[in-house]
């Protein structure tokens, strides 16, 4: 039914205009932790579950230590987390060999971060950084080429 009110309209939408993608980034990129060496206490079940959790970010050999005083020393590739620390578990890749290992978290007694990040500085600004200072340097024939890894 129609009062002769003429009806409401929305409004009309913004127009549209070109955005800048750096403007669009609203959180800004993660600060990575130098992990190398750091040996984490293991107290209390979050302190477990957030080592391990840093562990699986790195980018580097890992040492286990488990309740039995075995040690695994490898990359660890793989973490499922369960409700207890009996059912969550790491996969470790064994340094030196392609065998790889199911650990249980409540079968971990200590953790140790033994092996260099290999992506430590390797941002990409530190690579831009590093390609801006050979540019003003004169460098001719520059290019930006990923480092080997080891």
């Given at each position: 039914m129609s009062d002769g009110a003429p009806a409401e309209r929305s409004p009309s939408p913004a127009p549209k205009r070109?955005?800048?993608p750096d403007e669009l980034e609203l959180a800004p990129g993660r600060e990575r932790e130098n992990l190398e060496g750091w040996i984490p206490t293991l107290a209390s079940e979050e302190e477990i579950r957030l080592?391990?959790?840093k562990a699986f970010d790195y980018r580097g050999d890992i040492t286990i230590?488990?309740?039995?005083?075995s040690r695994i020393e490898g990359y660890l590739f793989d973490r499922r987390t369960a409700a207890t620390l009996n059912a969550s578990s790491v996969r470790v890749m064994s340094k030196g060999s392609s065998q790889k290992t199911s650990i249980s978290y409540a079968d971990i007694a200590a953790l140790a971060f033994t092996g260099r990040d290999t992506a430590a500085g390797k941002s990409w600004e530190a690579w831009m950084k590093k390609y801006q200072q050979k540019k003003a340097a004169g460098e001719t024939?520059?290019?930006l080429h990923p480092e080997p890894i080891e």
């Open positions: 070109d955005l800048n080592a391990l959790e230590t488990l309740k039995n005083g024939g520059i290019a």
